[in-house]
């Protein structure tokens, strides 16, 4: 089974900042089968980026995907006040699906 | 507009069967795959699988052996059942739309339903 590793578990920075977010797959990734979502305190998941670098309905232009292969990337350009929260990568196949553990963004 | 709206009992006995329900607006659940996946206190999103109105189903394979997932077109819904429930059972549960052949990714949530396991 494919286990996908984030990194760093927490990111502290400012609001205008740019923050860089990795995702790590234990085995080559199709760029299709790779998503992004970002999750805020007692709420749902909202998806924020599928096939690796589209950004879903609505989502501004300051997320950005990135990646191949292994390494993935979530960049958010300059952060506002309302993206600090989790964000989740996930990677699926014909057999199974996962997440990886997180990274929260944090206010510095 | 679509929306997933989760109900079942907050609170199940050890040993005792887990059943939610997902009510689905907006759109027929005879398209789509429509999915269970739960994040205990504190942890990451675990997939739990898939049913579709055709009677297809996928499952997580750490959960394969408790779970059954079905749709139901009458009632635009589909819904979860998790037998021999624990304490690790213990979690919000959320279902979610599969966004289909253009995207491939949940698209659509439900606000979540908390479960506690507890005698």
């Known amino acids: 089974e494919i286990v996908l590793t984030q990194s760093p578990g927490t990111l502290s920075l400012s609001p205008g900042e740019r923050a860089t977010l990795s995702c790590r797959a234990s085995?080559?990734?199709?760029?299709?089968?790779l998503a992004w979502y970002q999750q805020k305190p007692g709420q749902a998941p909202r998806l924020l980026i599928y096939?690796?670098?589209n950004r879903a309905t609505g989502i501004p232009d300051r997320f950005s995907g990135s990646g191949s292969g292994t390494d993935f990337t979530l960049t958010i350009s300059r952060l506002e006040p309302e993206d600090f929260a989790v964000y989740h990568c996930?990677?699926?196949?014909?057999?199974?699906?996962?997440f990886g553990g997180g990274t929260k963004v944090e206010i510095k | 507009q679509v929306h997933l709206q989760e109900s079942g009992p907050g609170l199940v006995k050890p040993s005792e069967t887990l059943s939610l329900t997902c009510t689905v607006s907006?759109?027929?659940?005879?398209?789509?795959?429509w999915n269970w996946i739960r994040q205990s206190p504190g942890k990451g999103l675990e997939w739990i699988g898939y049913?579709?109105?055709?009677?297809?189903?996928k499952y997580n394979s750490s959960l394969m052996s408790r779970v059954t997932l079905s749709v139901d077109t009458s009632n635009n819904q589909f819904s979860l059942k998790l037998t021999s429930v624990t304490a690790a059972d213990a979690a919000v549960y959320y279902c979610?739309?599969?966004?289909?052949?253009?995207?491939?990714?949940?698209?659509?949530w439900g606000q979540g339903t908390m479960v506690t396991v507890s005698s």
């Open positions: 096939g690796t670098s």
């Open positions: 979610a739309r599969w966004g289909g052949s253009q995207i491939y990714a949940f698209d659509t």
């Open positions: 049913g579709q109105y055709s009677g297809r189903t």
């Open positions: 996930q990677r699926y196949d014909e057999s199974t699906l996962s």
């Open positions: 907006g759109v027929s659940v005879t398209g789509y795959s």
């Open positions: 085995q080559s990734v199709s760029s299709r089968q």
